[in-house]
């Protein structure tokens, strides 16, 4: 068997198909076939790893508190990989990988009696399939529990504008924001609309009403579902990535008109996240971008997972908090980002620090 072969160019996009009230439900809940991948899903999460490389030619290797790390077994041949991923993609998966040689998309395995939820990149290289996948938490972390500056709480009292995670991959954005949201959701009465390409932890209502959106099962895209959203009467809205004009323009127009908007970006730093906006853009518009991020930002959080010295803990959470204070306001519409991580520093009782202060 070799794997779908790519689709012609220009070929159309295949529509969102309305889903029965109960699909959404059923894609985690319901009792899946076993596979044979699934033992070395089970394996990842017997060691605790947190992401899973397959490649031909090689075992299976896993992360484990930032170090990688093969199984005990022999090498995955081209024609086991294609035995093993094929069947992990459903009928949409299968779609998009035909059209585009590649999906993402979410994955559940059932271990020792607890359904894990993974994250799933297939993927070509060298003309033979891989796949990384990211296992997340099948729980979303006490917000209290993760020991976040107290800033952070006053992040999630806004009634509007935005608030960003900034990290790598791999930085535990997803995770903090997640675990935000659900601090939201036991203090307030209020409706939270998510959007995420896939959908990563499962909210369990509390106070707020709460919708969550897959771009691919339940709209075409981010700026169609944002375009969307500020119809549906929300008080805050989850963007999963900024990766686009349209997101972020969809995503600043929501924040003007009332909503508090929560959204990660791939950014090395709080300073550097304005910047990574402004890619987005041609210079032309960046004077009006920058003021948009001035008015409207109320927060740019950036994180990153450090090893630990303590014995029996993996990784630890260091933040670098930039909030929008009247300074930083003023570099921000003059250009002068270079002198962003100085303010920071300075910006204590405005409850910012950068990541030697976070330490």
């Not at 059932?110 to 399939?129: C, H, P």
Request: hydrophobic share 40%.
């Amino acid at each position: 068997m070799s794997a779908p072969a790519k689709a012609k160019n220009g070929e159309a996009t295949a529509p969102v198909v309305a889903a029965n009230p109960d699909q959404f439900a059923a894609k985690f809940l319901k009792k899946k076939q076993e596979l044979e991948v699934d033992k070395i899903f089970r394996a990842l999460v017997k060691l605790e790893g947190s992401d899973l490389h397959m490649k031909v030619g090689r075992p299976p290797i896993v992360r484990v508190h930032g170090t990688l790390r093969e199984l005990n077994r022999p090498p995955i041949s081209e024609e086991e990989m294609v035995r093993l991923l094929v069947p992990m993609m459903d009928e949409r998966a299968r779609k998009t990988w035909e059209r585009e040689v590649g999906a993402d998309f979410a994955y559940t395995v059932d271990v020792d009696g607890v359904t894990w939820r993974f994250r799933i990149n297939m993927f070509q290289q060298l003309g033979k399939m891989g796949l990384v996948a990211r296992r997340v938490n099948n729980w979303i972390p006490n917000f209290n529990g993760l020991h976040l500056p107290p800033v952070m709480d006053s992040l999630c009292h806004f009634d509007q504008g935005m608030v960003l995670l900034a990290g790598v991959t791999g930085s535990g954005k997803s995770t903090t924001i997640a675990s935000m949201l659900n601090h939201i959701n036991s203090i307030y009465s209020k409706h939270i609309l998510t959007l995420e390409d896939p959908i990563e932890f499962v909210y369990t209502e509390d106070k707020c009403l709460i919708n969550q959106r897959e771009v691919g099962m339940d709209v075409c895209d981010f700026g169609i579902g944002m375009k969307h959203a500020v119809r549906q009467d929300p008080d805050i809205i989850l963007v999963g990535e900024m990766r686009d004009q349209e997101t972020f323009m969809t995503a600043i127009h929501a924040a003007e008109t009332g909503h508090l908007v929560f959204g990660t970006i791939h950014a090395s730093s709080a300073p550097t996240t304005i910047g990574r906006i402004l890619d987005l853009f041609p210079e032309e518009m960046h004077g009006a971008i920058r003021s948009a991020i001035a008015f409207n930002m109320k927060g740019i959080v950036a994180q990153k997972l450090l090893k630990s010295i303590k014995p029996g803990v993996g990784r630890v959470p260091t933040c670098e908090i930039m909030t929008f204070s009247p300074m930083i306001k003023k570099l921000v519409l003059e250009g002068k980002d270079e002198k962003l991580p100085d303010a920071i520093r300075i910006g204590a009782e405005d409850g910012m620090q950068d990541f030697t202060m976070s330490l």
